[in-house]
């Protein structure tokens, strides 16, 4: 590691970068299972609450560059379509 001030800086503030980005990943990670955990228990009202919940975070996400905006955008179609047919398969 560099001994200059300035990459001194800038290495504390990559860790601090770091560690922000990990705890927004965990949260998207955490609610797209969730997610998921209601879909496969059958539970459509708690499913599109947590489809909810999770397109957000994951649109926070891309907003900050955390993680890619084509990404996300797939994450939150197959969680939508996930969601969907389990509406449909119970309405039905």
């Known amino acids: 590691m560099a001994n200059h001030a300035s990459a001194l ?9 770091r560690k922000r980005n990990q705890a927004v990943k965990t949260r998207v990670r955490h609610l797209i299972r969730s997610v998921r955990a209601a879909v496969g228990a059958g ?10 919940d999770a397109a957000r975070a994951l649109d926070k996400a891309v907003s900050k ?3 890619h905006r084509n990404g996300a955008s797939r994450r939150v179609s197959r969680l939508t379509r ?4 389990l509406a449909s398969s119970t309405a039905s």
């Open 65 to 67: 560059g955390v993680i």
């Open 43 to 52: 539970d459509a009202a708690a499913a599109q609450a947590g489809l909810a």
């Open 9 to 17: 800086k800038r290495h504390r503030q990559s860790l601090e970068r």
């Open 82 to 85: 996930a969601v969907t047919q």
